[in-house]
């Protein structure tokens, strides 16, 4: 069996607001590899703003690394804010769908777990159903172990997904940035 839990001592998560242009994506997973960080999820998608995506990494390692890692996306041009979530009140969650072995005898339990986790049955087959969990890593990689002893035929993660707590953005807490060089004070009271 695998441990799907990340060493939550040193993990920290990062957010990139960064133009929505092809390449960006190759660029900063090749800055991560060049620095030799390791990403341990990441996710992307649109914003609120339109031509511009947002990233959210998960990166492991101590205050340096993280440090290092700011600086780093601040030198892309295509960069336009950073965020480190990890010293702040945010909202972390994943979801993941989970193909499990399923027949007359077992649905009824698996769907038991399923209500218990507050997920969700979205497909059902003669032989499997998907489930669908969003929440914590830790609720995630749990509901997993749960159904392992049915049959895990296949488990898609997004990664996590952050955003800060309250009416301020993370745009309120870090200096927009129009790249090139890391910006001097990068937190703004």
Partial sequence: MVDVTLNTERVHTITALVNDKPGVLARIAGMFSRRGFNISSLAVGVSETPGLSRMTFVVEGDEWVVEQVV??????????????????????????????????????????????????????????????????????????KLLQPFGVRETMRTGRLAMTRGAASGARRERAHTGGSAPDAEVVP
């Fill in 71 to 144: 600086k780093q996306l601040y030198k892309l041009i295509d960069v336009v804010r950073v965020t480190n979530l990890s010293a702040e009140s945010a909202v972390m969650r994943e979801m993941a769908l989970v193909k499990v072995r399923s027949n007359a005898d077992t649905r009824a339990e698996i769907m038991q777990l399923v209500d218990i986790f507050r997920a969700a049955i979205v497909d059902v087959g003669k032989d499997a159903v998907i489930v669908e969990i969003t929440g914590n890593e830790e609720k995630v990689a749990a509901m997993i």
